[in-house]
Antibody, heavy 120, light 110 residues
Framework: EVQVLESGGGLVQPGGSLRLSCAASGFTFSTSPMNWVRQAPGKGLEWVST???????YYADSVKGRFTISRDNSKNTLWLQMNGLRAEDTAVYYCAKGRMNGPFGDFDYWGQGTLVTVSS | QSALTQPASVSGSPGQSITISCTGT?????????VSWYQQHPGKAPKLIIYEATQRPSGVSSRFSGSKSGNTASLTISGLQAEDEADYYCSSYAKSDTVLFGGGTKLTVL
């Protein structure tokens, strides 16, 4: 059974940093593109970042230069390092497996999400 | 880039069919068949129901179908059921290697 499980969310002050983790199982992680998608409270979905199986990374303009996506295929783990956090980054962050190797928006398995709150 | 445009809400009675539109531009929906649709029930994670504009993942009901014409993609749900009441989002690959989502459509089953 495919499972993705996010962790690392919490309350952080503006300008602070947070590192989200996503543990994956039930599929061949090393050959799968992985993604982060977020959803602000009561709002719609927003793509954040994609990392292809071979390592190329892609970011939304809203987080470019502040967030870094990375993966460790030996640990079946995905991360999102978030620096310079702003109030508008407050959201549930979902880890999602992609179908095709690139930022194509086809996310076939999702975790339950982890809440990040940026507030003083 | 701007988000894709979806109607804020649609409604239908059980057994009827409804269609949700998703309008983009020549830089996204109009140039690629990389449109996906997601169903999200309250408090739950989104679920992929259509990919590559018209393809259904294994296990998704055949009552869900997708199409695309020009800059607009559409999701049709036939034989509407109470359990279909949810939020629906479209997404598309966009030029410069980004992903755009629509603002979401709330489906009410009357």
């Amino acid at each position: 059974e495919v499972q993705v499980l996010e962790s690392g969310g919490g309350l952080v002050q503006p300008g602070g940093s947070l590192r989200l983790s996503c543990a994956a199982s039930g599929f061949t992680f090393s050959t799968s593109p992985m993604n982060w998608v977020r959803q602000a409270p009561g709002k719609g979905l927003e793509w954040v970042s994609t990392i292809s199986s071979g390592g190329p990374t892609y970011y939304a303009d809203s987080v470019k230069g502040r967030f870094t996506i990375s993966r460790d295929n030996s640990k079946n783990t995905l991360w999102l390092q978030m620096n310079g956090l702003r109030a508008e980054d407050t959201a549930v962050y979902y880890c999602a497996k992609g179908r095709m190797n690139g930022p194509f928006g086809d996310f076939d398995y999702w975790g339950q999400g982890t809440l990040v709150t940026v507030s003083s | 880039q701007s988000a894709l445009t979806q109607p804020a809400s649609v409604s239908g009675s059980p057994g009827q069919s409804i269609t949700i539109s998703c309008t983009g531009t020549r830089s996204d929906v109009g140039s690629y068949n990389l449109v996906s649709w997601y169903q999200q029930h309250p408090g739950k994670a989104p679920k992929l129901i259509i990919y590559e504009a018209t393809q259904r993942p294994s296990g998704v009901s055949s009552r869900f179908s997708g199409s695309k014409s020009g800059n607009t993609a559409s999701l049709t749900i036939s034989g509407l059921q109470a359990e279909d009441e949810a939020d629906y989002y479209c997404s598309s690959y966009a030029k410069s290697d980004t992903v755009l989502f629509g603002g979401g459509t709330k489906l009410t089953v009357l």
